[in-house]
């Protein structure tokens, strides 16, 4: 039995939301593929996500020089206990789902805040002689970005913050990455529903081989 995190950063509803709409599709998908694996949803607006502030920094910097946990403030353990559930969560999973809309040539705030998280050495990945190296080889994801342009090719290819970042992390981590790219629903306002639709089959069809 595999475990899959489905992991969303949009506060919009699902039937207000392209990149919502169609994570939900790929998830009743591969349930249907997968009946007895385990998908468990973050919806990151609702988790508590420490961002890395002078508490966390201050906690780091004195488990580092070698204080005990009990030393730190409460502030601070507090918030480097949160950062290590989030890490320990995703290293237990086997296959992530990221759905976040595109904002301002990126995604929203709360999704780097949970990326800082999760990147972590010793965890996620180790400094070698020959560079850092992803711990996380195996793993799989599917990265799903909803965006009113056309960002995925094209003149503004080069604007996405986005989904190359996560293509990044991905690589550094050590887990594959396959994107679907719902987009340009505002550019072609008649051909929304025929954008949203093919991005749901897109979807659908993936999950099926995830």
Known sequence: MAKVLYITANPNPVEHSFGLTTGQAFVESYREANPSDEVVHLDLYKLNIPHIDEEVMGGWGKLRSGADFSTLSAGEQAKVTRLNELADEFVGADKYVF?????????????????????????????????????????????????GGVYSEGPTRDWDFGNRYLATIAQFLGFSLESIFVEGQAAQPDKAAEIKAAGVEKAKQVAKSF
């Open 99 to 147: 759905v976040t809309p595109f904002w301002n040539f990126s995604f929203p705030p709360v999704f780097k805040a949970y990326i800082d998280s999760i990147c972590v050495a010793g965890k996620t990945f180790k400094y070698t002689e020959q560079g850092p190296q992803g711990l996380l080889g195996g793993k799989k994801a599917v990265h799903i970005q909803a965006s």
